[in-house]
């Protein structure tokens, strides 16, 4: 436990901003998960509406500084291209 005021107030800081960021990335996680749960369902149009939350909250995180654009970039290529590989 720090012993410095400004010490014991960035464990607080840390603390919260890691809380922020593991539940930006658990719904980023989940989101992928139920677009790919969408593709193995044979449902092209409920896949579609998977793949828009998805993207969508890819960019939230990369707004909310949890990941980097270039990594997101990849990410919205990759799923993007599952899709049409599998759809079309």
Do not use: C, W, Y
């Not at 139920?34 to 044979?42: D, W």
């Not at 409920?46 to 890819?58: K, P, S």
Request: overall charge positive; charged content about 40%.
């Amino acid at each position: 436990m720090p012993n410095i005021k400004s010490a014991a107030k960035r464990v607080r800081i840390t603390r919260k901003r890691t809380e922020r960021n593991r539940r930006i990335k658990s719904n980023l996680r989940t989101a992928i998960r139920r677009f790919r749960e969408a593709m193995a369902g044979e449902n092209r149009e409920e896949a579609q509406m998977r793949l828009r939350r998805a993207l969508i909250t890819i960019d939230k995180a990369v707004t909310k500084g949890v990941l980097h654009k270039n990594t997101a970039a990849r990410k919205k290529s990759r799923l993007t291209k599952f899709f049409n590989k599998m759809a079309g």
